[in-house]
């Protein structure tokens, strides 16, 4: 089966513009999160949904961070405006259900670059 | 309250010998426990995970681990390292009560040498 697909791989911007990174789940995974890794860490969650319903979005800087998962598939984390230390690679994950019990499938990551 | 915590953030064995990476864990209730491996521009895989049961459990790749609730740990073990095992080795937690919460710790960087 397809693993968790992630564009782009690689972005730099410069601080104060927006980007956004996208993440096509495994298919039938109903399960969706968004990690992020600064270098030398491990991956922090920013949010995790259920379907296309947000479970958990804690630790997300909603000032500046934004999330969707429409239609329960596909998803997009988006950051406006970027700062330097939004600097790390973005992670998403996708596991089969809802239970606590389930492994996630991690994609590639997005490296973000922020100058 | 760090959630989880690996102490080491490097580990050095020789191959063929026997890898300990070492995961302590401070979360509320019954704890979900799981490994993931990384490698050199590879995503996160999964190893293993303890939910319930036998305290002793068997991943891929060989790797196993020990649930020991009394000292909170989750200890990674293989008993003959491989040079291609050399990896960045993560131990995640969810929380018992809140299975929304779900920690990660900061990975342990493993070195088999010929």
């Known amino acids: 089966e397809a693993g968790v697909a992630q564009s782009p791989r690689y972005k730099i911007i410069e601080k104060r513009q927006s980007v956004a990174f996208w993440c096509n789940p495994i298919s039938g995974h109903a399960t969706l999160y968004w990690y992020q890794q600064i270098l030398g860490q491990g991956p922090k969650l920013l949010i995790q949904?259920?379907?296309?319903?947000?479970?958990?979005d804690s630790q997300l800087p909603k000032d500046r961070f934004s999330a969707e998962r429409l239609k329960g598939v596909d998803s997009t984390l988006k950051i406006q405006p970027a700062k330097l230390e939004d600097s790390a690679v973005y992670l998403c994950?996708?596991?089969?259900?809802?239970?606590?019990?389930?492994?996630?499938?991690f994609g590639p990551g997005t490296r973000l670059t922020v100058t | 309250a760090q959630s989880v915590a690996q102490p080491e953030d490097q580990v050095n064995v020789a191959e063929g010998n026997p890898l300990t990476v070492k995961c302590t864990y401070s979360v509320s209730g019954n704890p979900y426990l799981f490994w993931y491996v990384q490698y050199p521009n590879r995503g996160l895989q999964f190893l293993l995970k303890y939910i319930t049961g036998d305290n002793l459990v068997k991943g891929s790749y060989g790797f196993e681990a020990e649930f020991n609730k009394s000292q909170t740990s989750f200890h990674l073990k293989k008993p003959s390292a491989l040079v291609s095992d050399s990896a960045l080795y993560f131990c995640?937690?969810?929380?018992?009560?809140?299975?929304?919460?779900?920690?990660f710790g900061s990975g342990t960087k493993l070195n088999v040498k010929p």
């Open positions: 949904f259920q379907n296309n319903g947000v479970v958990d």
């Open positions: 994950a996708s596991s089969p259900g809802g239970l606590a019990i389930y492994e996630q499938y």
């Open positions: 995640a937690v969810r929380d018992g009560n809140n299975f929304n919460k779900f920690y």
